[in-house]
């Protein structure tokens, strides 16, 4: 069936140090894929997007990669910051007629000083 | 602007009492949304409305029902609440089914004992 996931519940990394936060997806027909951002006690914020044609996409300072060929997405954020530790989690949305968006479970990144 | 407003933001119920979760967006969305997150779980839709007058299933719609009450607000009503229904709650809106941009509020944290 359809499913999002991601492969770590945890990821720890130093003040300053490139994060890389994995997700892998079953559903080859989603149109796009999302990464959101959820800080304790707010909602999901999205944070980039990238559509199913491209294979990377930068935003400030994080980088979507997309390889299609594994069903993978990646999230990379430079230069990680105290401001960057949260819940992140990816998503995958399917544009057909009946359009839906499927959550993944989400992974915490904690930043260290 | 305040984006998207819940109320309350959290409640503790006992079995087989009823509530109403308050949601009310500012942004003139036309679509808005109900989502619960469970741990381990990924976001799951429980109902939508794709625009005001109408209002859908979503994933997960047994043991509660919704009003969109106008084209800003949209409640979420647990008629006897179960302790599987404890859960966050989050509502969300978009511009006509934009799921690609949805505006999260910051939820509401139910337990149900």
């Known amino acids: 069936g359809e499913s999002v996931g991601l492969h770590l519940p945890t990821l720890s990394v130093q003040e300053g140090d490139n994060s890389i936060i994995n997700c892998a997806y079953s559903n080859s027909a989603s149109d796009y894929f999302i990464w959101y951002k959820q800080e304790s006690g707010k909602g999901p914020q999205f944070i980039i997007d990238?559509?199913?044609?491209?294979d990377k996409r930068q935003g400030q300072r994080v980088t979507v990669l997309l390889n299609k060929t594994v069903k993978h997405l990646s999230l990379q954020i430079a230069a990680t910051q105290p401001g960057d530790s949260a819940v992140y989690f990816c998503a995958d949305l399917n544009t057909g007629a009946n359009s839906k968006l499927t959550f993944g479970k989400g992974i915490t990144l904690s930043v260290r000083p | 602007n305040a984006g998207v407003t819940q109320t309350p933001k959290f409640q503790v119920l006992k079995t087989g009492q009823s509530m109403t979760l308050q949601c009310a967006q500012d942004?003139?969305?036309?679509?808005m949304y109900w989502y619960r997150q469970d741990p381990g779980m990924g976001l799951r839709l429980i109902y939508y409305s794709a625009s005001e007058g109408t209002t859908d299933k979503g994933e997960v719609p047994n043991g509660y029902n919704v009003s969109r009450l106008n084209k800003r607000e949209f409640s979420l009503r647990l008629e006897s609440a179960a302790p599987s229904q404890t859960s966050v709650y989050f509502c969300?809106?978009?511009?006509?089914?934009?799921?690609?941009?949805?505006?999260f509020g910051n939820g509401t944290r139910l337990t149900v004992t």
């Open positions: 969300a809106s978009s511009v006509r089914g934009a799921l690609l941009s949805l505006h």
């Open positions: 990238i559509r199913s044609n491209m």
């Open positions: 942004m003139n969305h036309n679509s």
